[in-house]
């Protein structure tokens, strides 16, 4: 603390001597002596002693940046001594208490080279001192910035950001293309705990921010009175998805360590809060990995939470929305990718519910057909039909072929999909004026919350209606909006017409 405040003496070198208590205070204490120090002036009600009148003839320390230095310095020594931390959390909260440690080290390590530098620069100083070299060199700025860090780490808020225009339109793009490897013996999981352990050993070194893995489950009923078939896991940066076969493997999938990282295994990855894990609706995912396997998962980020909290209009913040939605709005695709999308996912799901086989031959039926009449095959009024058949099961029995093997290549591209387009909801959420540290802590919180809910009684969820499970996290539609480019309220747009609302309110739960 001393070394980095020893710059204020220098910069306070032209000031009268009896107005340079603080100053001195803030370069020579150690951060306990700050602490009692100002415990000693809010018991006796001294004051601090920088001014805003004029001390000196020319005036030069009547500015407000120079004069507050001081207290706000005594006030972040103060703040870090006692450990306060305020409500709002900056963009590490997201992360991890851990990922975040490695940052402030990454810090830490800046703010020392900054003190090296700054010893150059007084030796520099006092070589060529003179009345007007706090303007001549620049202190002036230096002041202002280091005053606004300051004061920054005093309130534990960022800036508003200026000049930062958010692009009116994002770059279109196309669906992610993901390798899919299915893991169901033993070696094949260790190989893939051995892939994931290196990728993210390798981030870290490049201090990645996007969270490296996206998490999903299947199950014929996923919960805690369920079972879960199959884990998909995307790694980002292989742009791989390993759907994990639970269903052959059971308790085997989440014990094999790997091969080279002896002390890992899938339990582990999902269990530490250092790896952070995109999932979109972390609740039942969660409850069944607990129940079933004893895994808790930790570092969770969930992306649907994100997607409710930057909606600008009131309404869409009193529900949840279901992922086809979010996924298809978020990641800006084409008109054919997005009906490529539809079809992946309405089909999918189809094999999942009757069976691969029985989806596959049923689609291929509809091709013949089209081939004997010499037309298009419609698959779009295909499904439509079928899709009446897939919901009847569905209502009754859930995702009666999950546990169908081999997996059929309907399936596993569901699976994939459905994990492989969670980074791009995150990005699109991080990247959304409305997102800002505030809005981080309530997801943070709420996530906390979500991850809790396994630990209820079964009675207590069974109580929950379906309206419980849908709406949004409560008082969030309350809250005003605030663009952090801009720091003003977020104008709402005009009204939709019924026939559009209708559409928007389709896609929640």
């Not at 900054?114 to 230096?142: G, H």
Request: charged share 30%.
């Amino acid at each position: 603390m001393s070394n980095v405040m020893n710059f204020l003496p220098l910069l306070d070198s032209s000031r009268d001597s009896e107005t340079r208590t603080d100053a001195e205070i803030a370069s020579k204490l150690t951060t306990e002596a700050l602490r009692e120090e100002l415990a000693r002036r809010q018991h006796h009600e001294v004051p601090f002693t920088w001014s805003e009148e004029l001390v000196t003839p020319s005036g030069a320390w009547a500015f407000q940046t120079e004069a507050s230095l001081s207290d706000t310095a005594v006030a972040c020594a103060s703040l870090a001594a006692t450990g306060n931390r305020r409500i709002g959390l900056c963009a590490a909260s997201i992360k991890g208490d851990s990922s975040e440690e490695s940052e402030v080290q990454t810090l830490k390590n800046k703010v020392e080279g900054v003190i090296t530098n700054l010893s150059k620069i007084i030796e520099a100083a006092y070589r060529v001192m003179r009345p007007t070299l706090y303007l001549d060199a620049s202190f002036d700025a230096l002041t202002e910035e280091f005053g606004a860090l300051l004061t920054a780490l005093k309130e534990q808020k960022r800036p508003v950001q200026e000049d930062v225009e958010v692009p009116k339109e994002r770059p279109q793009e196309s669906l992610p293309e993901t390798e899919i490897v299915v893991v169901e013996t033993e070696e094949g999981v260790a190989e893939m705990v051995d892939t994931i352990t290196a990728c993210l050993e390798g981030t870290a070194a490049c201090e990645a921010k996007e969270p490296q893995l996206a998490v999903d489950l299947e199950g014929v009923s996923l919960g805690r009175d369920g079972d879960i078939s199959i884990v998909q896991i995307f790694l980002a940066p292989k742009k791989v998805c390993f759907l994990v076969d639970v269903f052959t493997l059971g308790s085997v999938a989440f014990k094999t360590a790997g091969r080279v990282s002896r002390t890992t295994t899938i339990a582990s990855l999902l269990e530490d809060p250092q790896v952070k894990k995109l999932l979109f609706d972390c609740r039942t995912d969660n409850e069944a990995l607990a129940h079933l396997y004893g895994v808790h998962m930790r570092g969770v980020v969930d992306v649907q939470l994100m997607y409710s909290a930057t909606r600008t209009e009131t309404r869409q913040r009193t529900k949840l929305f279901a992922l086809s939605l979010v996924a298809t709005r978020c990641a800006n695709i084409s008109k054919d990718d997005e009906a490529n999308f539809h079809s992946i996912n309405n089909w999918g799901m189809a094999a999942l519910v009757l069976g691969g086989k029985t989806t596959q031959c049923y689609m291929e039926e509809q091709r013949m057909n089209a081939l004997v009449l010499n037309e298009e095959p419609d698959m779009k009024d295909a499904w439509e039909d079928f899709k009446v058949r897939v919901d009847c099961v569905k209502e009754t029995e859930g995702y009666a072929m999950c546990n169908e093997r081999p997996l059929s290549s309907l399936a596993q591209r569901y699976c994939a999909q459905d994990v492989a387009l969670l980074g791009r909801i995150w990005r699109y959420c991080r990247d959304h004026e409305a997102w800002n540290q505030d809005w981080e802590e309530r997801v943070s919180k709420e996530t906390q919350s979500r991850l809790a809910m396994a630990d209820l009684p079964t009675s207590t969820l069974s109580s929950m209606t379906r309206d419980d499970w849908t709406k949004a996290p409560e008082g969030w539609a309350e809250i005003e909006q605030v663009s952090r480019v801009t720091g003003k309220v977020i104008k709402k747009g005009k009204g939709k017409s019924k026939a559009k609302a209708t559409k928007v309110d389709s896609g929640s739960w």
